[in-house]
């Protein structure tokens, strides 16, 4: 069963940018889009965006002037960069794996990670 | 403010039965699938319900989904403690070009 598995600096200065990897073992990376999602303490989820193995991706509109996302099929590997981050940015990040029928209009996400919390501060 | 609109909380006795609802719009409920997500505190998201109506293997038929026109409905009976939690649904907006999710529900299990 795919596992997912996310990593990365807990902790980030404003201004930086944060990079998270997420690793998926016990399943290959292609023929699947691979998300990221986030959840600021005590609040809602927030769709990022999602990137194919192929390196198409598509970004919230309201992140998508600092988010970058890449794969790496080689090593299983998804990675987010966000930009210029600032304390609204401090989350729980998430990946998960796009389990899409016909395109992302008719998908879901499944499985998770387990989570990476990723605090902005000096 | 999330596109999609969820009640804050839902409350029922053990053993009784709750409904979730989400409301969008025709550029996502309406023309989009719609999936159903789990919380449990301290943990991830888990999918519960895809395709609007369907169980992922292991979720039990306690759980229950429905859409009609651009709502979308979660049902669960048979109530237990452990369903405490955060419930979400989610589906894309093709307008946004986005995927998007309700604010959540929190289900107490009194």
């Known amino acids: 069963q795919v596992q997912l598995q996310e990593s990365g600096p807990g902790l980030v200065e404003p201004s930086e940018t944060l990079s998270l990897t997420c690793t998926v073992s016990f399943g290959s990376i292609s023929s699947y889009y691979w998300s990221w999602i986030r959840q600021p303490a005590g609040k809602g989820l927030e769709w990022i965006g999602h990137?194919?193995?192929?390196?198409?991706?598509n970004y919230n509109p309201s992140l998508k002037s600092r988010v970058t996302m890449s794969v790496d099929a080689s090593r299983n590997e998804v990675s987010l960069k966000l930009s210029h981050v600032t304390a609204a940015d401090t989350a729980v990040y998430y990946c998960?794996?796009?389990?899409?029928?016909?395109?992302?209009?008719?998908?879901?996400?499944?499985?998770w990670g387990q989570g990476i919390l990723v605090t902005v501060s000096s | 403010q999330s596109v999609l609109t969820q009640p804050p909380s839902v409350s029922a006795a053990p053993g009784q039965k709750v409904t979730i609802s989400c409301s969008g719009s025709s550029s996502n409920i309406g023309n989009n699938y719609v999936a159903w997500y789990q919380q449990l505190p301290g943990t991830a998201p888990k999918l519960l319900i895809y395709?609007?109506?369907k169980r992922p293997s292991g979720i039990p038929d306690r759980f229950s989904g429905s859409k009609s026109g651009t709502s979308a409905t979660l049902g669960i009976t048979g109530l237990q403690t452990g369903d405490e939690g955060d419930y979400y649904c989610g589906t894309w907006d093709s307008s946004l070009s986005a995927g998007i999710f309700g604010g959540g529900t929190k289900l107490i299990v009194l």
């Open positions: 990137i194919y193995v192929s390196g198409s991706a």
């Open positions: 998960a794996r796009v389990y899409s029928v016909s395109g992302v209009s008719h998908s879901w996400f499944d499985p």
């Open positions: 395709d609007n109506n």
